[in-house]
């Protein structure tokens, strides 16, 4: 069959084993580099076409990939940005630095890589087995890049960074983000752990960027660094001073960034894709500046026409949704306004309540979608557990009906801020549409 839609291209990977959907399916078989090797080899190894930067963390991959790649753009390089998940769209993960592909050459791309694949299987001592849909998505991302004629690309890792499938790049730099807890049961219950797992990105004799780190984690960074001789970068509060909206280093460099992301978080993700730039003498005086300023993706404080004054963010994890309700409370000091919550299973579910709750009067909690589990009921009532007196805790299965709550329980002044899952910035999206 050939595809049509891109729809249909994006199905056919689907119909794969989605790991994204079932991590409880993590094996050492599934996850294992000499599978994407193979794959690689294949389809001709595409991704050693142009060069790449790979970033991996537990948060701000997405907006530091985006960063680098507009920075990247603005000096005049064709660049490709991979990313995962998307918000409300496919297309979302295979950008030309956030610009969508002209669907003819998605399918097309998506017709030659089926081509290539068939009767493809892996083989090993565990019998034969076909590429996952991640699998899929990453060769589909290092073809298309290679097929819109491509200079640079910046890609995001998946899960981890160890045995991810983008691991088999052999990028010219390697970007670390923010660690925190997650994935425990996948990359281990402890910072140091999961922070051994993402630094097997690094790759010898190559330049690592680290993000402002937890002390355990960096220590790990650092330790790798040295094992491999790649010199390392890392912003810290030591060489480095930075606000919502200024960022200065310690080497005299030092800039205003009015950035159409908000908050501090954004700032950092920002001043880390400037210290890459810089250091790989990527930087152009004012223009980079400028499209790093211009710089926007879906789900990051994306405010959003509707009835009411309405923000979409994926913060998932502890320290990213206390930099949320921060920058949210700077913005409405004087206004209590109303949370949509929603997350997945694997989070810090705790903490997360913790935080809304210290946050918002009023709290609808919402399934944020199905693409991957959740027990919105469960935290529905983990909120009721901890609410004080005069909070308020409802519960609304989909995001239509978490809308229509807002509408009829709050002033049109009033601010809406839906958080707590990408996805439910998606399935919220979907709703607005209908």
């Known amino acids: 069959m050939e595809f049509e839609t891109f729809d249909q291209v994006v199905h056919y990977m689907e119909s794969f084993t989605n790991l994204e959907k079932k991590t409880d399916k993590y094996t050492v078989r599934t996850y294992r580099l000499d599978r994407m090797q193979a794959l690689m080899e294949r389809l001709g190894n595409p991704q050693e076409s142009y060069k790449t930067i790979h970033v991996a963390g537990s948060k701000g991959k997405g907006s ?5 790649a507009s920075g990247l753009e603005a000096a005049g390089f064709v660049t490709g940005l991979y990313m995962s ?9 295979f950008t030309r630095c956030g610009a969508f592909i002209d669907d003819a050459i998605l399918i097309a791309t998506g017709n030659k890589l089926a081509c290539m694949i068939e009767g493809f299987h892996f083989c090993d001592q565990y019998g034969e087995n076909e590429p996952t849909t991640f699998e899929l998505y990453t060769a589909f991302a290092f073809m298309l890049f290679k097929e819109i004629g491509c200079q640079w690309a910046v890609i995001e890792t998946g899960l981890g960074g160890r045995l991810d499938a983008t691991n088999i790049l052999k990028s010219e730099a390697s970007v670390l983000t923010p660690i925190e807890l997650e994935h425990t ?20 004799g190559r330049p690592v960027f ?10 790990v960074f650092q330790a790798e660094a040295n094992e491999k001789g790649s010199p390392l970068y890392s912003l810290s509060n030591e060489t480095s001073s930075i606000t919502d909206t200024h960022v200065t280093f310690t080497d005299g460099y030092e800039t205003d960034l009015d950035l159409a992301m908000a908050g501090l978080v954004q700032a950092q993700n920002c001043a880390l894709a400037l210290l890459v730039l810089r250091t790989l003498g990527l930087y152009v005086p004012q223009v980079t500046e400028c ?17 009411r004054t309405l923000y979409l963010d994926g913060a998932h994890t502890q320290n990213s949704m206390a930099h949320l309700l921060e920058t949210f409370r700077k913005m409405y000091p004087t206004k209590r306004g109303i949370c949509i919550f929603g997350a997945v299973a694997g989070k810090n579910h705790e903490a997360m309540t913790d935080l809304v709750l210290s946050t918002f009067d009023s709290i609808v909690v919402c399934r944020p979608g199905t693409f991957k589990k959740s027990d919105p009921e469960a935290l529905y009532q983990m909120l009721l557990a901890k609410k004080g007196p005069n909070q308020c805790v409802v519960y609304r299965e989909d995001a239509a009906d978490a809308l229509s709550y807002c509408l009829s329980h709050t002033e049109t002044d009033e601010p809406v801020l839906a958080c707590g899952s990408f996805y439910l910035a998606g399935v919220i999206k979907e709703a607005l549409c209908h």
Request: hydrophobic residues 45%; glycine residues 4%; proline residues 5%.
């Open 64 to 68: 530091t990939a985006s960063y680098i």
């Open 85 to 93: 998940p998307h918000v409300s769209d496919y297309r979302e993960r």
């Open 185 to 204: 049961d996948i990359l281990g219950d402890t910072i140091a752990k999961i922070a051994g797992e993402k630094a097997k990105i690094i790759k010898a």
């Open 210 to 219: 680290c993000a402002l780190q937890n002390p355990e984690a960096l220590a």
């Open 291 to 307: 499209a790093l300023m211009k710089n926007a993706l879906p789900g990051r404080m994306e405010r959003v026409s509707w009835d």
